[in-house]
């Protein structure tokens, strides 16, 4: 039987990944956007902790964290307040018809948008906030060791 994944070339040298940086770009909006309502933790009455770990970073930490990367990337205070009306309050605007021309301006704003996703979802990756493995569930872990006093 034949294989039958696709194949793909090595990257070369150089070569620019626009993939990833889309992708933690994405999954951090989204779990930016989720964590502005789900801030109350539950305390299990069954017998559990009900103590957090205080070192883990929470919700609030995760927004300010996002909020300082998307600051540090855009300047602009009109730009910076499209993109939260664009991508947290979800005012994308639809794409044009079939056959409809897009006009200069919103393809102008369209590769302006492309080019803040990109450089914000390096940034994220950079500091650590989207994890390289793939997730944001990494920020929200943190290791517990001994202290050797």
């Keep these: 039987?034949?294989?039958?994944?696709?194949?793909?070339?090595?990257?070369?040298?150089?070569?620019?990944?626009?993939?990833?940086?889309?992708?933690?770009?994405?999954?951090?909006?989204?779990?930016?956007?989720?964590?502005?309502?789900?801030?109350?933790?539950a305390i299990p009455l069954a017998g559990g902790k009900g103590t957090r770990?205080?070192?883990?970073?929470?919700?609030?930490?995760?927004?300010i964290d996002v909020?300082?990367?998307v600051h540090?990337?855009?300047?602009n205070r009109t730009h910076l307040l499209c993109f939260y009306e664009r991508y947290v309050e979800g005012n994308i605007p639809d794409p044009p018809a079939e056959g409809e021309s897009v006009k200069p301006e919103e393809l102008r704003l369209q590769h302006l948008y492309s080019r803040y996703e990109q450089?914000?979802?390096?940034?994220?990756?950079?500091?650590?906030?989207?994890?390289?493995?793939g997730h944001v569930g990494a920020y929200f872990k943190s290791i517990r060791k001994e202290r050797n006093d």
Excluded: C
């Design 1 to 41: 039987m034949a294989n039958r994944h696709r194949k793909t070339r090595p990257k070369e040298k150089g070569e620019i990944n626009f993939r990833t940086p889309k992708k933690a770009f994405d999954e951090t909006i989204d779990a930016y956007v989720k964590s502005m309502t789900t801030t109350i933790q």
């Design 53 to 63: 770990n205080p070192a883990a970073p929470d919700a609030r930490d995760f927004r």
């Design 119 to 133: 450089q914000i979802g390096r940034l994220l990756i950079k500091r650590g906030i989207w994890a390289t493995n």
């Design 72 to 75: 540090a990337i855009i300047k």
């Design 67 to 69: 909020d300082d990367v």
